[in-house]
């Protein structure tokens, strides 16, 4: 049987489609790319995905986000220098697409932060809509949780994670673009399923590295080797 070939960008030792060093207006030399390279194996998706930049509501969001990725750079003598951290390129991209009504999706676990970053782009001019996980206050029971499975023992009343309440609750605001703030693994995918109105992560969850997983590839040669083989 002949197996399936698929695109496998994160192995590919070309990136052609970078076009490193290329003058404008000279595009990639195609030929060069890998057997595996989605522009040989779906030319048809990629094309139907160009087609999408039409429109010209998307083609300009894209091109303020291409904006926004230049402006997180500075030239200087010695070279290209970042100098903008998430939360900055945040309160600059939704003020370049003109929003003014922000919804905050946030874990409780990270209230602190919430608040933290509520002040922040409330004092920049935004309206703030937040709503924690928690929201609905809905026993862990609903979703069939045994008592040996809960994080607080077994006599512990624990209120389940609601993102699905968060996605409506911010969808029946109004608010111009959503703000995921530390959900968990599976809440979060949730959340984008519900969410109805354009959304960006500022931060996801990890409750050992600070919030920071890359941080477990970065050390996965020393600290974090058990995570190149199989996870329990």
Known sequence: MTRERY????????????????RAGDGPDISKAPAFCPMKLMPEELGCALA???DPGLKEFAR???VQEFQCYERLPDGL???????EELIQFARKCGYQKLGLAHCGGLFREAVMLTEI??????????VQCKTGAVPKERLGIRP?????????????????????????AGVDMAVMLGLCIGHDTLFIKYCAVPLTVLAVKDRVLGHNPLAALYLSDTYYHRQTGKID
């Open 148 to 172: 040996e499975e809960k994080i607080g023992g077994p006599e512990a009343w624990e209120t389940m994670c609601n993102p699905i309440a968060q996605a409506m609750v911010i969808n029946h």
């Open 64 to 66: 303020l986000a291409s």
């Open 121 to 130: 782009l409330e004092s920049n001019g935004f309206e703030v809509v937040s």
């Open 52 to 54: 999408e930049y039409d």
């Open 7 to 22: 695109p496998t960008c994160a192995r590919c030792p070309t990136r052609v489609c970078e076009n490193r060093g290329g």
């Open 81 to 87: 220098r970042t100098k903008l951290p998430r939360i």
